[in-house]
């Protein structure tokens, strides 16, 4: 039937590892041509290696864990605001709009898998650490475009009241 809407939130199962809705999700983001073992393998390995960097770190406030660092990448690279482009009276005009919890994570998913992606010449495995990494520290490639996203916004917040 066309225009149904699925339950894909209640169909979504938790990742087999850690049990996590969120990880089982962001795994299926990864995932190329329905290869989903490829991705899970690349997940873990991901979190592999930042279990081993947190074991290594001397900071006082470290995340006790790869999915713990992994949580709060996702979190910090949520953008709040987004500009949309609006047709009026002619002219078209980016008006920022607050952006709602599920398109939150999803944008942030795909931050960071492009930000992985982007870079070549080692494993996806390093690279999707390293963003996390550096996500979970405000810092790395989808943080600068979260950054950019709420900049686009403050610049055009004189277009707000053309929100509806």
Known sequence: MAGRITMS??????????????????INCIMHDGKKSVAQRVMYDAIDLIDKRLEKADVEDKPENGLAVFHMAIENAKPFVEVR????????????????????????????????RGEKGRPMAERLA?????????????????????RMAEANKAFSHFAR
């Open 9 to 26: 939130e209640d169909q979504l199962r938790p990742d087999p590892v850690y049990n996590d809705k969120v990880l089982a999700k962001f």
């Open 130 to 150: 390293d963003e996390l990494i550096a996500a979970a520290k405000g810092e790395g490639k989808a943080m600068m475009t979260r950054d950019q996203t709420h």
């Open 85 to 116: 482009s609006k047709r009026i009276g002619g002219a078209n005009y980016q008006v920022p709009i607050q952006v709602n919890r599920r398109r939150q994570q999803s944008l942030a998913f795909r931050w960071i898998i492009q930000a992985a």
